[in-house]
């Protein structure tokens, strides 16, 4: 590349404001910016005291980073000659510097995509500051003197859609599916891409029909099931819409839970920790869709529904679950029992070697409590805690029953009073109805005492 003339060589250089990563440039929010010509020979001592001197700062503990035209989001560190040399030959006529120090603030770039939403995007572009010089990089052109509008619109732009790979999703009559479901998956895709609602006129396993939810539209499409077979194909696709600016504007995509779970599957994959807040905004960035709290939570679960099975199928391993501890373990005690309907009721599990401790080296006393259980089938968790030698706690038994009732407390106490024997204990507890009478039943009321803890705040209140 030609070296550029002596002195015609411009450092925008920005500080006191804070660099933001947009997807193909950087932008600088806030802060100030001044400009400083050098030469290809200028070294970058003379640089630093050229713009100390335009800033009115000082020349300690400032560093300094740039860009390159064919790199415009990548910061390179500016601390020697060898660096001031690539600054001038890796851009044309100017280039832009982003100085930090103890005085100004940080310039390490913030995401757009993690911190902000696209609405607080808008706002930063709109400001006016006088270090702003935007979007040059994406024009790769001469700064313009119409910068604020210009900012506006390509923030606005600030890339396409994931959505729009979807967009020739459905394509053609004669298209076919492996399943109804599919087919629905797939409209649902192709609906985002092409930013319009759908209602369903028809929708059975073996025959599909939807068009488009604005009045007067002539879009739809139609499936049917080839003969008895799960597989349908595509009958009728009219791929016009006919929507005026308005219907554009104020369509809002729809956002439903299964859908977004299926654009998410992979997403939710990777990290299955994602919380319903960073669904949201992901949604919102990628897709440009709206979505609920509750929506982004129900998308979730569908999805760890998809990956581990529904909960409620695993209640089906307990028989073989407390065969297995039994088997594994000699001395434990795993018993379940169920409804008339089948339906699960009552969970105990103390294990052979907790046991055998508890009686050969634990003081004689029992802490028992519940807690609720926060799962789609609620109950709560029952637990005996027992003290060894050294007054810590020792697990001894745990249930999954319902909450705090007589009948569940006394199935738990008598199958607690099983594996102790004959042995005298004394039973700490929060004293609640339902163990009161329990308990006294089981151990006699004479070994029943409070909880301190639970006294205190019982008092408390
Ligand atoms: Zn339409």
Not at 50 to 76: D, G, N, R, V, W
Not at 137 to 143: I, W
Not at 153 to 176: K, M
Request: with cysteine.
């Amino acid at each position: 590349m030609e070296a550029p003339n002596a002195g015609n060589f411009l450092c925008i250089c920005h500080f006191g404001g804070e660099v933001v990563t947009l997807i193909d440039s950087l932008n600088y929010k806030g802060g100030q910016a001044v400009g400083v010509s050098i030469t290809k020979d200028t070294t970058f001592a003379e640089f630093i005291q050229i713009f100390c001197a335009q800033a009115m700062m000082h020349s300690t503990e400032l560093s300094f980073m740039y860009t390159t035209k064919y790199l415009p989001t990548q910061l390179l560190p500016l601390n020697t000659d060898c660096g001031m040399r690539d600054l001038v030959s890796f851009n044309d006529n100017y280039a832009y510097v982003y100085v930090h120090g103890e005085r100004v603030q940080n310039i390490m770039p913030t995401h757009i995509s993690e911190q902000m939403s696209r609405c607080e995007m808008d706002s930063i572009a709109s400001v006016s500051t006088p270090s702003e010089h935007l979007f040059e990089h994406l024009t790769n052109g001469v700064p313009t003197s119409t910068i604020g509008y210009m900012s506006r619109c390509v923030v606005n732009q600030s890339g396409p859609l994931e959505s729009t790979v979807w967009g020739n999703a459905l394509h053609s009559t004669g298209q076919t599916f492996a399943i109804a479901e599919e087919f629905r998956k797939i409209l649902y895709k192709f609906s985002l891409a092409h930013n319009f609602r759908y209602k369903w006129k028809r929708n059975a396993p073996n025959a599909l029909s939807t068009y488009c939810a604005v009045e007067g539209c002539p879009w739809q499409i139609k499936a049917r099931a080839i003969r008895s077979t799960p597989i349908v194909r595509v009958t009728t696709f009219n791929n016009v819409h006919s929507h005026t600016a308005h219907d554009l504007i104020t369509m809002a995509l729809m956002s439903k839970a299964k859908g977004i779970a299926a654009i998410l599957k992979d997403k939710l994959r990777q990290d299955p920790d994602l919380t319903p807040p960073k669904i949201r905004s992901e949604v919102k960035r990628k897709y440009g869709m709206n979505v609920s709290y509750k929506q982004a939570w129900r998308a979730k679960e569908k999805t760890k529904m998809n990956f581990c099975g529904d909960v409620s199928h695993t209640y089906k391993l307990l028989p073989w679950l407390c065969n297995s501890l039994k088997d594994s373990n000699p001395g434990t005690i795993a018993e379940w029992t169920c409804d008339a309907d089948l339906n699960f009721k009552q969970l105990f599990i103390a294990y052979g070697c907790s046991v055998n401790e508890f009686l050969l080296g634990c003081r004689p006393i029992i802490a028992v409590n519940s807690s609720f259980l926060s799962a789609p089938y609620r109950g709560a968790l029952y637990s005996a805690t027992a003290f060894n030698a050294d007054d810590e706690m020792y697990p001894l038994a745990f249930g999954i029953l319902s909450y705090e009732n007589y009948e569940d407390w006394l199935w738990f106490l008598q199958h607690l009073k099983g594996l102790i024997g004959s042995l005298k204990v004394t039973i700490i507890s929060d004293r609640h109805n339902a163990l009161l009478e329990s308990v006294g039943e089981v151990f006699g009321i004479q070994n029943h005492s409070h909880c301190f803890t639970h006294l205190k705040e019982n008092f408390g209140k």
